[in-house]
């Protein structure tokens, strides 16, 4: 990398860490080719907040340099209708009827993150006026696609023609010769989601996007894809870890946002907790007589919670990527069911131990018992929970999911923690009843 | 979305849920150009599968359409010397020679990624001879990227020229007139996470690859990046659950190999939270005596734990995306301090409430204590505890990932479930004493 490279990068890299006047500072200094560049990489966040640190010639003369997509995710950013009429009004006439062609669209939707200026050729064409007509139209326009749409009349996508192949082709011969004549595309109302799935599958770089008759509306770009792909992503993890999504970056969020962010879900998942308070209310009695149960509570309810976070993790990311199907519900709580049993067993044999051990040890040392005389029913019970509670917290924790997309939720938010809560307080309930059971007539 | 594009984008989607036999069955159905399209879009475990199904002459049919990055994929998947050396044979003998030279490096470091077919131009070339000189290098071989790279005598890169560019150019101008002359490259060694956010800050489509001296090795492509940005948050993700990453989709991982990839931790995790009985032990005296405290166990420990899975999943996922460095732990701490006290005192606020009103309402019902004569008291010990135990979940969760990087660990091993029972202990050690302090001269 050479050093202009370099100066822009660290730039760009250091951008989530800095103020919004250190930015603006390093901005002044690149060199015009190298701020174009940052500028044009930004995401449509950090552009606004850039532009608002300018004054509106200096705005116009940045705003100009936008793609019509990306000026319509930056008019988006404006929360009030007259910052979004003051955006508008610095675009050329025809780039702003584009954007507002391109507002009508969902943001996240195949039609909202298409960018609708691209290179054609009409299908009569050889492939020598192809390459004349190709090359005013690109003196005109700057697009990043190397590829040219071959559109009827009506213009309706007929095929697509890679430069590389127009170059290499032989001067008698047609665009229709050269055409990859099949060429994926998607309607303009596809979720971003399933956009990333196919430019995944079928390793594109770009991809037409046809409205409902077959018009050919725009084209999406791989670089966008990637930037879909790891907000997606992000979104994903931090519903994961049991909390709204935060649309900032981390050190750039105000104290009192990121506690509005994370207070909800904590609120929520405490009040749910709370029932395991209730729950134990009901084993008061057999809690005050045989005091060493508490002592494995915290043990067995977080393994519960822990098989279940196992499991909805697995299952909601398989969803992600389209490995797991709503209608596959049943071989995964099969499946979950088997792996729950042989998990809880492992930890059933470690409890065992575990106890027979320390007991052991313990009365070595003190000569007195640890767990009292009843150790070995206090040791079963313990282990006969762990195989019910896990083998409960892997099916619960691996249906969630499925039943979350049902409701056309999002799976991701079956967390780590909500999966937790929720097997907290049947986990308790499987442990004291146990517990009832085995001690019957000794410690209860 | 053509019927034909439909048949091969349907069989891909499927594929995870078939089985080998359905696969080779689904794939001989497909046209030549379709199937070849599809096995070009299979993961390479996919490819080598699929493979393994065929007898050698179609084997070598197949294998020959790859190109040599996605070759040398495609044989590291063999686990022995045999079916790798059968592989090789199966080559070209030119690409058996570049794929030797791609598997002496990393599979996951740039010299991995790279494909070593790109086009090239020489500076002294004038635009017309340029367009000649291409046209003869893309006859010869099909590579995806739509640049050429200008080299010097010596291998070394100077510039960049899109073929958009080149077709756009006027008959006069020579190549070093329309080429980027300071393109974004990297060294062959550099990690493919890295590699994915050069892609995501410059939006590239492509990424030439450079050795120590500087000589052009290659080209990394925006497809193969998805890729790899899919595969890593995989990994993210399924150490977020607390689990051993799975190399394979969910439903085709054998019963056996997904007990092994959970039971680990999950036994390591189980081992870790048997020192909430250890730390109860020393309490059991407490306990006995105020059997109410027990009741209150899960929902304090399971706030700290809640709490801390917050924390850290945001810190691992800042990190990933370069929002944080290591540098800035002091800032997050404070941060997270801050934000723990406050959602602590919102949950401590619930927690007096919630007992407050239950007492009052099972006194109003049942004319009788529900959590005794000291219910002030415990009302008092819980909220007290609560912030602090949410305030050390929020801390201990958000310094563990940093905790991690500096021992050149991956941070996103600080799972939901790992911080929950790193907090658990601490939580009841805290939970207790606050009680032994507050309650003593009255329940205890």
Known sequence: MTSDTLTRSELHEAWPVLTPHERLEGFSL??????????????????????AEMDPQEQRLWVRLLDPDDAADLVQQAEDAETRD?????????VRAQVTALLAYAEDAA?????????????????????????????ELIVAVHYAYVLDAQQKLLGVVPFRDLISAAPGQHVTDVMNAKPVAVPADMDQEEISHIFARHDLFALPVLDAEGHMKGVITADDILDVVNAEHTEDIHKLGGMSALE????????LAMVRKRVGWLAILFVGESFTATAMAFFEHELARAVVLSLFIPLIVSSGGNSGSQASTLIIRAMALGHVRLRDWFRVARREALTGFALGMVLACIALVRILAWEYLYRAARHAPLYG????????????????VVMWGSLAGCMLPFLLRA??????????????????????VIYLSVASVVLHGTLL
Request: aromatic content about 8%.
């Open 30 to 51: 690149l060199g015009r080719a190298q701020a174009e560049d940052l500028f044009e990489a930004l995401s449509s966040p950090s552009q606004f907040e850039l532009l």
């Open 86 to 94: 003051h955006l508008m009004g610095m675009l050329d006439k025809s």
């Open 111 to 139: 039609g909202g993150l298409m960018n609708p200026n691209f290179y054609r050729l009409r299908p009569e064409m050889s492939a020598d006026e192809a390459i004349a007509y190709l090359r005013r139209q690109i003196r």
């Open 248 to 255: 900032r970056p981390y050190l750039q969020l105000g104290p």
């Open 373 to 388: 005389e009843h150790y070995v029913l206090v040791a079963v019970t313990v282990a006969a929970s762990l195989i019910g």
């Open 407 to 428: 409701f056309r939720l999002d799976p991701a938010s079956a967390s780590a923690p909500f999966v937790a809560t929720l097997v907290d307080v049947s986990g308790l």
